[in-house]
């Protein structure tokens, strides 16, 4: 992470600023480069701070160091935001193996400071005025003289490349300096969304960055499977987002039918099925709710192919169905007890069933949206034909001992 300056000698103000710039810069940058190309993915904390992707091949084309100073002043040329940074990209491109051949990422340091025009430092900007020539002979000359010793390592390292090694990683750095302080980010950021301003902007860009910030704990995570996020994750969520304050409905392309006997069989043996046949529903109300299960999933998955939703997005919508559920069960098995009879807690099921399709019929999948009956109901028997690989406290079933029926039904299989 950047380094930051700390607040007071026992604050960690500043540094935590630090860590919450280097998150939010990430977010603009995105979107920023999301005018360009949807596929590029973004990353943290493997080889950079941040690290832009190419999608086909996963290689970095730009690692990028943030810097976030609270008051202005200049960078310097001894300074650890520099050598520090130049330290992190040669250990990255050892890594990678480019110091001597091959394509050399771009390698950013964004600062809210300013590179004072005559150092090294501002003939490292892009532009005209750069030289990356006389920028090298400014690195070694302040390199070689060791000097402060909170640098003298890193200033170390780096002349322990060849010259050549230097010269292709000098070409490679670019500093962008007075960049916008941690407050000011948020105009620009909803600028590079194209949300406009308005009643609901601040809404918006606030859904927005709660998102993100849930995705960079996912990336910063190493144990999580989230590896990086895309420009078109980025979009579809602002889109997602945008439409439900704008109350826009998600688009349905499949059209409901009769399953067909293949189609009903392929079913036979799965949970959903089971859920179902445990309160006794006969093979007709059995098809009836299968064509709701068969199609919504077939619309969910489009949805999601074609980036209209997000698989966060259906996590939300599938915890307001679980509530439905929740209230329907706890309503209709509250009486019921280790005498109740097998007809009568098989009746409460039915009940449970009825009163659940019922409330989620009119749940969109986007809140202020409209959509067709049938999705709900079927992403609600989704739920339960996922009951046996979620938590306990997660599962939803019909039957009043739905969860000693699961975990009966998975004990041959288990042994």
């Known amino acids: 992470m950047g380094d930051v300056a700390q607040a007071g000698s026992h604050s960690a103000a500043g540094q935590m600023t630090g860590y919450l710039y280097q998150c939010e810069l990430a977010l603009l940058e995105l979107a920023e480069r999301s005018w360009e190309d949807i596929s590029i993915e973004v990353r943290m904390e493997v080889l950079d701070d941040v690290e832009f992707l190419y999608a086909e091949t996963k290689d970095p084309f730009v690692l990028l160091q943030s810097k976030h100073r609270e008051k202005s002043g200049q960078l310097s040329e001894t300074g650890k935001d520099f050598w520090r940074s130049v330290a992190s990209w040669i250990d990255a491109l050892t890594v ?50 060791g000097e402060p010793r909170t640098t003298a390592e890193d200033c170390k390292k780096f002349l322990g490349l060849t010259s050549a090694q230097r010269r292709r990683l000098v070409e490679a750095i670019e500093i962008h300096d007075v960049s916008p302080l941690m407050s000011d980010l948020d105009s620009k950021l909803a600028r590079m969304l194209g949300i406009r301003p308005g009643q609901d902007a601040g809404a918006i860009l606030n859904e927005i960055k709660g998102w993100w910030y849930g995705m960079a704990v996912e990336l910063l995570d190493k144990n999580l499977p989230r590896a990086s996020v895309t420009a078109q994750d980025l979009l579809c969520r602002l889109e997602e987002i945008t439409d439900r304050h704008a109350g826009k409905n998600l688009p349905i392309t499949e059209s409901l039918r009769r399953l067909t006997e293949a189609e009903i069989a392929a079913y036979r043996d799965d949970l959903v099925v089971a859920q179902m046949q445990w309160i006794g529903l006969k093979d007709r109300s059995i098809a009836t709710h299968l064509r709701d299960y068969h199609y919504a999933r077939a619309q969910r998955s489009e949805w999601i192919r074609t980036f209209k939703i997000t698989e966060e997005g259906l996590e939300e919508y599938e915890r307001r169905l679980w509530d439905e559920w929740d209230h329907a069960f706890t309503r209709h098995t509250d009486d019921i007890d280790d005498s109740t009879p097998a007809e009568d807690r098989a009746a409460a099921g039915k009940r449970v069933l009825d009163t659940t399709m019922d409330n989620v019929a009119d749940k969109p999948a986007r809140p202020g949206s409209v959509t067709v009956a049938w999705i709900g109901r079927g992403t609600m028997h989704s739920l339960a034909g996922r009951a046996d690989s979620v938590e306990a406290e997660d599962r939803v079933g019909w039957h009043p001992d739905h969860l000693d029926l699961c975990r009966d039904r998975d004990e041959p299989r288990n042994k």
């Open 96 to 145: 990678l193996g480019c110091l001597s051949s091959g394509t050399v990422p771009l390698l950013r340091l964004v600062t809210t400071q300013v590179a004072a025009e005559g150092t090294f430092l501002s003939q490292l900007r892009r532009g005209p005025g750069r030289s990356a020539e006389r920028a090298l002979a400014g690195m070694e000359r302040v390199a070689r003289a």
